[in-house]
């Protein structure tokens, strides 16, 4: 059973709506129904943090140990790219940081590569 799944029977133990989950929280009902819908095997760990303290259970009553490790692995490697993408940006005078600055803003821009 996947994250969403247990999530979406938590809510139903507890009486409790997205609606309300997302209010005690502060994750977005958005966030809160994409991860129910998506039903991934991984989640970001502050996202987890704000969840499992709303609802006032434990880590593992949300993730398997696993999704825990997994979670905390793409965490990190998420990390280690955006310091490797500073370090690129560093190495550039200001006019190639100002062509980077253009190319990510067109990047973000176009649907395929958005989350």
Do not use: C, W
Request: hydrophobic share 35%.
């Amino acid at each position: 059973m996947a994250i969403g799944t247990r999530l979406k029977e938590i809510l139903k133990q507890k009486k409790m709506t997205v609606k309300q989950l997302s209010e005690i929280s502060g994750v977005s009902e958005n966030t809160l129904y994409g991860i129910i819908k998506r039903d991934n095997k991984t989640i970001n760990p502050d996202i987890a943090g704000k969840i499992v303290d709303a609802l006032g259970i434990g880590i593992n009553h949300l993730l398997s140990l696993e999704e825990f490790t997994d979670s905390i692995k793409i965490e990190f490697n998420d990390i280690e790219n955006k310091k490797k993408l500073l370090s690129s940006y560093d190495t550039l005078n200001n006019t190639g940081r100002i062509e980077a600055e253009k190319r990510v803003t067109e990047l973000t821009q176009i649907k395929k590569y958005q989350r």
